[in-house]
């Protein structure tokens, strides 16, 4: 069964940090590359990171070097460490799996 859940978002302060997690079943995560996406009302999904099977990385110019996404294999979970956070950031924050399968998403707000 096909299935992708996110979770780790929450309420930050400006400055903080977060780590999404986003869990998927073996079937589709274990060769599939894995993206990050964010939105925010009356916007498109904004892509932000992703990273292959083989562990290569890539990061949108808004993110890099303030967030790092990783994966684990064996837990069939990739994460996404977001640091150095901005009022910006706030949205709701997607995982894509093999760009097809999407999660419900977790809800980032960073706000003082």
């Known amino acids: 069964q096909e299935q992708v859940l996110e979770s780790g978002g929450g309420l930050v302060q400006p400055g903080g940090s977060l780590r999404l997690s986003c869990a998927a079943s073996a079937l589709i995560f274990t060769r599939n590359a894995v993206g990050w996406y964010r939105q925010t009302p009356g916007k498109e999904r904004e892509w932000l990171a992703h990273i292959t099977s083989g562990g290569h990385t890539n990061y949108a110019d808004s993110v890099k070097g303030r967030f790092t996404i990783s994966r684990d294999n064996a837990k069939n979970t990739v994460y996404l460490q977001m640091n150095s956070l901005k009022p910006e950031d706030t949205a709701v924050y997607y995982c894509?799996?093999?760009?097809?399968?999407w999660g419900q998403g977790t809800r980032v707000t960073v706000s003082s």
């Open positions: 894509n799996v093999g760009l097809k399968y």
